[in-house]
């Protein structure tokens, strides 16, 4: 499972970044709506709609974000 700390300074540093959770399910994140909370490591993201809080443990992989590229 992908690192807490690492995906924290990955998204400090490009400004997105994409999820793809144990489940299945993707997520965008962006920093602008992202916090990290060091106690829990969770991520919690602030969606338009809802938000999220997201074990760091449940999250399978990342990758940056990149126009026209998409992950399956």
């Given at each position: 499972?992908?690192?807490?700390?690492?995906?924290?300074?990955?998204?400090?540093?490009?400004?997105?970044?994409?999820?793809?959770?144990?489940?299945?399910?993707?997520?965008?994140?962006?920093?602008?709506?992202v916090s990290?909370?060091?106690?829990?490591?969770?991520?919690?993201?602030?969606?338009?709609?809802e938000?999220?809080?997201?074990?760091?443990?449940?999250?399978?992989?990342?990758?940056?974000?990149?126009?026209?590229?998409?992950?399956?």
């Amino acid at each position: 499972m992908a690192n807490f700390q690492r995906i924290k300074e990955e998204l400090d540093k490009s400004g997105e970044l994409m999820l793809k959770l144990g489940s299945g399910e993707k997520l965008e994140l962006h920093k602008h709506n992202v916090s990290f909370d060091e106690s829990t490591q969770e991520i919690k993201v602030d969606a338009s709609s809802e938000t999220y809080w997201i074990s760091a443990d449940s999250i399978a992989y990342y990758w940056i974000h990149r126009e026209g590229v998409e992950k399956e």
